[in-house]
Every structure is written in structure tokens, then in C-alpha cells.
């Protein structure tokens, strides 16, 4: 998990020592979705700035870091999440004649890009992520979001600033930015429990939608939005075409998908470890990370003193059985009530669904993912 932060000022008029300050400051309370490594950048002529807060999970040197350029010098990106095909993208473009620095997902989604076009090669990514990518020729600056955005990014205009962030504390710490109630989303959060996309509690402020891409010149306050994945075109595509196999072939396609989701998603050079509940779902992603690893997986567990909630030992009992490296921690009724106060500044907006209640310890920084 990274975060980040930028804005654009279709009137440039800072200098580039208040460009950074302010991209810091915004970048800065994106800390704990990136406690190891944090970069800003910014074009003075252009008025753009980049921030960016690291959590290093693949390619831990330097040349990891972000905001990241192409060599061609065109384009500068910050990416929060992953690109799980990375390896198989950067094979093609090696043999195409690619030279890469390093070994970061980071820097063969940049290459994609810069070989094939965004929409193109995010058409082409496998995995979860929001990106803001500023394109120095064109003077563009594109905001990406994931298929089912599974990361979140917030934009919005604050006089003659474009902004954007992971959360929404960051827009806060913008000069420019006067918050303001939008009394619509406050009808929309009153009835369904959860400020629904695209609107935020904020006027004027809005989360881009799930596989969308933002494009925003910087001789124009006008963005576009378009659609590069559709989940309602994909569920017509399946009913339509449907799974003609036999229940065997069935069983052992969606096992064949299953392991190759959970295969790609255990690349990385920092340990690795799974929330394990017990449940179904959980514990078949344990199962297939064990079938795929050399070691016992780490696997972790919240349990209650109370009997009613605790999960534990059924956990235990998959543990057991997979041979997993198990850690269990018990949550007190008093750590609980100790988040309470938290919950604004972990939520940003307002947020009553039931899972709020959720053990924090499962969802640190939950409206964060």
C-alpha cells in the first residue's frame, strides 16, 4: 500500500521551493500507507507537482523510487498498488528491445506506457492500483484507477487548482482547498450508510471511478473521463458466452485461475504473510500460497476472549492442517474502544456500514485499502 498526492495550477505562479513544500505537506499524511520511502517532484513552468509515500515491496533500492521517470524524460508517474503481470509485460518489452534500470512493477508500467500508449497498456495491466502520470509533451495530466477499484484517488478543483490524493486529508493540507458540506452526498451517505462513487462529503471534490481514466490539460479547467473496462460489459460478455465444459472441466479451470491470481500475487522481495479467519475464502488462499511456497506461510489471526465472535481456532485447525507459520493476537473489549476517537481522521468521511466494526487489526487505515 502507497500513497499518493499532487496538484496542477493552470496559472502557474509558485516557485518550485513552495511546489515541493506544499506536494510535502499533502504527501506527508499519506505516511502510514507508505512508512518507507516518500518522493515529491514538480515543473515550475507547467505549475504540476507529484508526491509520493512508499511501501517497498518489490525492487527495495533506489531505483524504485517515486515520482518515477521514463528515460525518454516524457513521462513522470506515481502509482499506488501493483501491476501483478509486471514480469510478463517487461519480458515483451525487453525483447522489443526495452532496457530497464531496475526491477520494479513501477518502472515496466512507466515503459508500457511510453511504448504502447496509456489507454493501451492499462488495458494490458493485471492488478490494483491509481496512478497520476503527467505527460511533459502534451502537458496532460491523467488520473488512472484500477478495474474494480480496489485503490482509491480523489480529485477535485479548488479555485484554479486541480487536486488530487489517495485519501482526502491530503487535499486538506492545500491552501487552496475550502472544504465544504455537499448536502446531496450527505442525502446519499444518510441512505445507504457510505458516501457512494463518484461523490465524496466534500463539494466539489470526487472519487474517480473504478476503470476510468481522468485526462486534464493544463490550458484547460475542463477534465475527461473515459471508460477503459466496463464490469456490467463483462458480466453481458460472460451470460452471453457462458462456461460450456463439464462440471470437472469447470472445477479444474477456475483451480487453473485460482492459483495463477494467488502465484502472481506472492511476487515480492519483503516477507509475506495472509489474514487467516477460518471462512472459506481465507483459507483457500492459504492453501493455494502453501501449495506454491517453499516454506511455511506466515499466517495471522485476530481472536476475542469472547466465545460468540472468536474465530481463532477454527483458523488454528486450517493452520494446523496446512502447517503454516501461526500467529494469533487477542483484541481486548478496551483496545477497541481506544480506535474510537481515531475513526475521523482513519475514515476521512462518514462511514456507518457494519463493517467499520470490524477489527481494526484486519484494516489498518480501512477506507486506505
Known amino acids: 500500500m502507497c500513497g499518493i498526492a499532487g496538484f496542477l495550477d493552470v496559472e502557474p505562479h509558485r516557485t518550485r521551493e513552495e511546489l515541493l513544500s506544499l506536494t510535502t505537506k499533502m504527501s506527508d499524511t499519506l505516511k502510514h500507507r507508505g512508512p518507507d520511502d516518500g518522493g515529491v517532484w514538480a515543473d515550475v513552468e507547467a505549475g504540476i507537482a507529484l508526491g509520493h509515500r512508499r511501501l517497498s515491496i ?12 521514463s528515460p525518454c524524460g516524457r513521462f513522470v508517474i506515481v502509482l499506488n498498488g501493483e501491476v501483478y503481470n509486471f514480469l510478463e509485460l517487461r519480458q515483451e518489452l525487453e525483447t522489443s528491445g526495452w532496457a530497464f534500470k531496475g526491477h520494479s512493477d ?3 508500467a512507466l515503459a508500457a506506457i511510453a511504448r504502447w500508449g496509456l489507454e493501451a497498456a492499462v488495458k494490458r495491466f493485471n492488478g490494483m492500483f491509481a496512478f497520476a502520470l503527467w505527460d511533459r509533451q502534451e502537458g496532460t495530466l491523467s488520473l488512472v484507477r484500477d478495474r ?9 478543483w479548488a479555485g484554479k487548482t486541480f487536486l488530487f490524493a489517495s485519501e482526502l486529508k491530503a487535499l486538506r493540507m492545500h491552501p487552496d482547498f475550502k472544504p465544504q458540506l455537499d448536502r446531496n452526498a450527505l442525502a446519499l451517505y444518510l441512505r445507504y450508510s457510505y458516501v457512494p462513487c463518484p461523490y465524496t462529503i466534500y463539494r466539489g471534490i470526487h472519487k474517480l471511478p473504478p476503470g476510468t481514466i481522468l485526462t486534464l490539460h493544463k490550458d484547460n479547467r475542463g477534465e475527461s473521463i473515459t471508460t477503459y473496462w466496463s464490469a456490467r460489459d463483462m ?4 451470460a452471453a458466452e457462458g462456461f460450456h465444459g463439464s462440471e470437472k472441466e469447470a472445477i479444474a479451470s477456475l483451480d487453473h485461475l485460482l492459483r495463477d491470481a494467488v502465484k502472481m500475487r506472492m511476487i515480492a522481495d519483503v516477507p509475506l504473510g495472509a489474514l487467516l479467519s477460518g471462512g472459506v475464502d481465507s483459507s ?10 517453499h516454506r511455511p506461510v506466515k499466517t495471522f489471526t485476530i481472536g476475542f476472549h469472547e466465545g460468540n465472535y472468536n474465530e481463532a481456532e477454527d483458523a488454528r485447525k486450517v493452520a494446523d492442517y496446512l502447517h503454516t507459520d501461526h500467529t494469533e493476537l487477542y483484541v481486548t473489549p478496551q483496545e477497541a474502544l481506544e480506535v474510537i476517537p481515531r475513526l475521523p481522521v482513519i475514515y476521512d468521511e462518514p462511514f456507518a456500514d457494519s463493517s467499520r466494526f470490524q477489527p481494526f487489526w484486519y484494516r ?4 486506505a485499502t
Open 235 to 238: 458480466a453481458e460478455l460472460g
Open 106 to 108: 513501477t518502472e515496466v
Open 58 to 69: 518489490i525492487d527495495l533500492s533506489a531505483q524504485g523510487h517515486q515520482p518515477m521517470h
Open 364 to 367: 489498518s487505515w480501512p477506507a
Open 284 to 293: 483457500t488462499v492459504v492453501a493455494l500460497m502453501q501449495a506454491q511456497s
Open 148 to 156: 474494480l477499484g480496489k485503490k482509491p484517488l480523489y480529485y477535485g
